[in-house]
């Protein structure tokens, strides 16, 4: 009898066994799953903020919402970012529209010369110009958030105090930052910015033009030893949504959603000028690298150089079927609020 029950208790503890293998218990899943994609790379400020976002939507929503992100072009590329999404490939996306200037003309207006000094202010004005002019750029989409980098300077191998020094000198930049370039008389190279590290190692070009961040984000600091202060314009971001995936979010979801927008343009212009703060004294620390002012005289001249942008940005959208030249003095109506505070 005894033989018989240990028998009867194997097969038991068998059939237990293969029932739990077979079919597990069940996890606890999330109602509404969103792929975010971002074709910046993890390190990055851009890819930050969907980070920042994803925590936020998950600890709001009590876990009803799942955001699944994927930096670094893994889901969608730069280029592709905006088609990608209206046609569903991934949910939101994170877009920088300087990379296609002819295509987000009147988003791009924040890459002209308005005197826009950090993230912050550049973020409240790229937010308030998209809810005044509406552009049809973005009409195929849901537009959940805008925000900025912080104003341009010049990385450089080499030392740029005067003007003179960046004649004919090849320079990684994109969008209005090449047009600036060009202005100057330097040669701009577009090139994807993860490649600007091997650029720059073989010497194909001997800096680059952008937000300083990426002294220590991407170690621009260990080959350009030279940081030349313009502070002179801004890269525009949109954060888009699928139409279809939009429409169909609860109404309690959609509301936090709306909830995040101006959170998200706040936050992320604090965080991008206490990092590039940050970034600059840990180069200066780190790598030796040399910070270089202009004097007020060379500002003037410089941003001289620059007045033939604003009239080609009006003839642009004058030829788009848009008033080119009373948009211009709305954005820096715009700028003028947000700056004044």
């Known amino acids: 009898m005894k033989r018989k029950i240990n028998i009867l208790s194997a097969v038991i503890i068998a059939l237990l066994l293969i029932f739990t293998i077979g079919y597990p218990f069940p996890s606890i899943a999330a109602d509404i799953e969103i792929n975010y994609a971002n074709y910046s790379p993890a390190t990055t400020f851009p890819a930050t903020q969907m980070e920042r976002w994803k925590a936020e939507m998950e600890k709001r929503t009590n876990g009803k919402v799942r955001v699944n992100t994927f930096p670094g072009g893994t889901l969608l590329a730069t280029k592709t970012m905006y088609d990608g999404i209206a046609h569903g490939i ?29 993230a912050k202010e550049g ?18 989409v849901k537009v959940l958030t805008m925000f900025t980098s912080a104003p341009t300077n010049l990385m450089s191998t080499f ?21 600036i370039l060009d202005s100057w008389g330097a040669n701009a190279v577009g090139m994807p910015m993860p490649a600007t590290v091997e650029a720059l190692q073989k010497g194909i070009v001997k800096g680059l033009y952008s937000s ?14 030279y940081v030349t202060l313009t502070n002179t314009v801004v890269y525009p971001f949109a954060v888009i949504m699928n139409k279809k995936k939009w429409s169909a979010l609860p109404d ?15 936050w992320i212009g604090d965080y991008m000028d206490g990092h590039v703060i940050e970034s600059i004294e840990w180069a200066q620390k780190e790598e030796n690298v040399e910070v270089i002012n202009l004097t007020s005289e060379q500002r003037a001249s410089w941003n001289a150089k620059l007045e033939p942008l604003k009239e ?28 004044a505070m």
């Open 159 to 179: 030392p740029i105090r005067t003007i003179e020094d960046i004649k004919s000198v090849s320079l990684r930049a994109s969008g209005g930052a090449a047009l």
């Open 252 to 266: 309690d979801i959609k509301k936090i959603v709306e909830d995040l927008s101006i959170e998200q343009v706040e």
């Open 90 to 118: 991934a949910d939101i996306g994170c877009l920088c529209m300087a990379y296609q200037p002819g295509r987000f003309l009147v988003t791009n207006g924040l890459g002209l010369p308005l005197g826009i000094s950090n």
């Open 312 to 339: 080609k940005w009006v003839n642009d959208v004058n030829e788009a079927g848009l008033p080119g030249e009373k948009m211009l003095h709305e954005l820096q109506e715009i700028v003028k609020k947000n700056t």
């Open 212 to 225: 300083l961040e990426v002294m220590k984000d991407l170690k621009f600091a260990e080959t350009c030893k």
């Open 123 to 140: 973020s409240k004005i790229l937010w308030d110009a998209w809810k005044k002019f509406q552009p049809k750029e973005f009409e195929k």
